[in-house]
Structure formats: C-alpha cells, structure tokens
C-alpha cells in the first residue's frame, strides 16, 4: 500500500472571515508558521518518500516547512490547489451568508458551481485522477500532500464513496493530517483532521 498524508495548509490571517480560494497573497500568519513548525516535526518520522503542495503560497510555505524538516524538496501539483472560487474569490463570509446561490452551494455541493469558476465534483475528478496515480509512482511509501480543507474533503468523501453534499459532515483545521492508504483501484480513510500538540 501507499500511505497518503493529506495535510491542509497552516494558518493565514484570513482563515475563517474570508473565502481567500485563489486569491494572491495569501501567505502563513505567525501562528501558522508555528503551526507548520510542530506538523513538520511531527511528519518527519514517517520519512515521506515525497512531498507534494498546492501552488498556492500559504500551501506551498507550509509544504516547505515539512520538507526542511524530512530533507525532500517540494513538488507542486496542480491537482491539489484550492477550488476556484470565480466571483467569490475574496469575499468576506458574513457577506456571503444571505446570499441565496452561497446558500445553494453549501447544501448542494455535488451538483452546484461557484459563479464563473468551478463546481467541487470537478476539484474532487482532478485530485482522484492524481491520487490515482500514486501506487504505482510510489509502492509501499508515505506520500505527502499540503492542499486545502474542501480539497480534502474531496477526497475523503470519494473514498468513502460518500455524496459531496456530506461535506459538512467533515473538519479539516488548519494544520491538520487526514491519512489514506491507498492500493491500485481503492483506498481507505486511516485518519481524519489530526492535529500536532501544542508544545
């Protein structure tokens, strides 16, 4: 089997208050380096044979940390970044609330879009064709992957072969390690939304 580290990226200063999705310049606050520091520590016992991350700047620093730590060099895919959140890219939540289409999403997210930008079953195709290819690229390793929390919901929910409209059924913090293991043709969930000790 091979042994996939789902990791969300650590903390941004916008985490909670707005819909950052791709947005520039969102980087790690000081909490989430501190945050990035401990998960390092924490992942580097498991001597990942690689280390992927979304191409978004709070993943790819989180991603960093974790390498420094496991003495592998960072290699991003596209799979793992962030849904495109089209119009809503940037907006603050409390603003977003008493829209009827947000609403729409958050009920529906297997069959709704973000407006101008991309539906969740997409994001999920994307990374499961990725994660698809795992096996048989990395037999019998542990594989990390920093990517973002409605990302990993994603996948969680395929390989439960659970409905996208389960998602708030799911937490995934910042910081956070959900595990899979992964053979050719399926999978299953070892873990979900662990998170490193306060030192």
């Known amino acids: 089997m091979t042994t996939l580290l789902l990791v969300r990226h650590a903390r941004h200063d916008r985490v909670g208050g707005v819909l950052c999705g791709r947005m520039e310049g969102v980087h790690l606050s000081p909490t989430g380096h501190a945050e990035a520091a401990r998960l390092a520590h924490r992942l ?11 191409p978004q700047p709070r993943a790819r620093e989180t991603a ?9 060099q960072p290699q991003v895919a596209e799979a793992l970044d962030e849904i495109d959140f089209g119009e809503w890219t940037g907006r603050a939540f409390a603003d977003l609330d008493p829209d009827p ?9 297997a069959v709704m879009r973000a407006p101008g930008g991309e539906a969740m079953h997409e994001a999920q195709a994307r990374l499961m064709r990725w994660i698809a290819g795992l096996p048989a690229a990395h037999p019998h390793a542990t594989v990390v992957a920093v990517s973002h929390a409605d990302v990993i919901k994603a996948a969680v929910l395929a390989v439960l072969d659970l ?14 390690v ?3 293991a992964l053979w050719p043709g399926g999978g299953r969930v070892g873990s979900l939304n662990e998170t490193p000790p306060e030192e």
């Open 178 to 180: 959900s595990t899979l």
């Open 163 to 176: 409905t996208l409209d389960a998602h708030h059924r799911i937490e995934v913090a910042p910081a956070s």
């Open 64 to 72: 960093e940390a974790i390498a420094q730590a496991c003495g592998a």
């Open 44 to 54: 580097a016992r498991h001597a990942p044979a690689a280390i992927f991350t979304s």
């Open 101 to 109: 289409h947000w609403q729409a999403w958050n009920a529906h997210r």
